[in-house]
T-cell receptor, first 114, second 110 residues
C-alpha cells in the first residue's frame, strides 16, 4: 500500500548528540511536512517542503534542520538535542498545498533525549 | 492568532453510547475545519472536514457541523464502538497550514 513511512519508530539520543529522523513516501506527493508533538499538546508545524522549496516556520529553532534529497525522502536533523526536544515527530505529505489537499501522516518517531 | 480549543480528555464511554467532543475555534475569516483521528500506534488520519459555514462533514458514523455563529465544530457519533478508541484532533486550515487542537483521548468500554 502507498504510505508514509517513518524510521525509526523510537529513537534515543544523548543530550547534544546530533540525530536524524527519516521519512519516506510512496505517494509521489509534492509537499512534505514535519511536525513536533509534545505530550498532551497539539502537533506543531516545524517546516515543510514544496517540492525542493524549503519553508521554515518563524518560531522553529535553528537547532532543527531538514533535507529533502528527492521526492520520496525527507529528513529531520536535530543538531544538538536538548531535553526539551523530547517529543513525537510526525511526517506528513500532501499532493499539493491548501485545505483541499488531505495530509497523510506517518506513524511518528518518538524521540527520547537522555 | 488562530487557535483551536477542544475538550480535555480522557473521555470514557460504554459501547453504544452517544459521543460528543466539543471543539471551538478562533480565526479571522472562514477557515476550513477538520477532525483527525489517531489510532494506537498509527499516524493521524483525516476523519472528516467542512469547508464553509453550515457544511456537515461525515464519515464512519461521525458527524460535525461548521457553526459560524458559535465558532464551533463539535464531533458527534450516535453509537460508539470499542474500535473508536483513539485520540481525536480538531483542526483548522490557515494559509495552507493546519493548526491542531491538543487532542481528546477517547476510551470505549465493552
Amino acid at each position: 500500500d502507498a504510505m508514509v513511512i517513518q524510521n525509526p519508530r523510537y529513537q534515543v539520543t544523548q543530550f547534544g548528540k546530533p540525530v536524524t529522523l527519516s521519512c519516506s513516501q510512496t505517494l509521489n506527493h509534492n509537499v512534505m511536512y514535519w511536525y513536533q508533538q509534545k505530550s498532551s499538546q497539539a502537533p506543531k508545524l516545524l517546516f515543510h517542503y514544496y517540492d525542493k522549496d524549503f519553508n521554515n516556520e518563524a518560531d522553529t529553532p535553528d537547532n532543527f534542520q531538514s533535507r529533502r534529497p528527492n521526492t520520496s525522502f525527507c529528513f529531520l536533523d536535530i543538531r544538538s538535542p536538548g531535553l526539551g526536544d523530547a517529543a513525537m515527530y510526525l511526517c506528513a505529505t500532501s499532493r499539493d498545498s491548501g485545505a483541499h489537499y488531505e495530509q497523510y501522516f506517518g506513524p511518528g518517531t518518538r524521540l527520547t533525549v537522555t | 492568532g488562530d487557535s483551536v480549543t477542544q475538550m480535555e480528555g480522557p473521555v470514557t464511554l460504554s459501547e453504544e453510547a452517544f459521543l460528543t467532543i466539543n471543539c471551538t475555534y478562533t480565526a479571522t475569516g472562514y477557515p476550513s475545519l477538520f477532525w483527525y483521528v489517531q489510532y494506537p500506534g498509527e499516524g493521524l488520519q483525516l476523519l472528516l472536514k467542512a469547508t464553509k459555514a453550515d457544511d456537515k462533514g461525515s464519515n464512519k458514523g461521525f458527524e460535525a457541523t461548521y457553526r459560524k455563529e458559535t465558532t464551533s465544530f463539535h464531533l458527534e457519533k450516535g453509537s460508539v464502538q470499542v474500535s473508536d478508541s483513539a485520540v481525536y484532533f480538531c483542526a483548522l486550515d490557515r494559509d495552507d497550514k493546519i493548526i491542531f487542537g491538543k487532542g481528546t483521548r477517547l476510551h470505549i468500554l465493552p
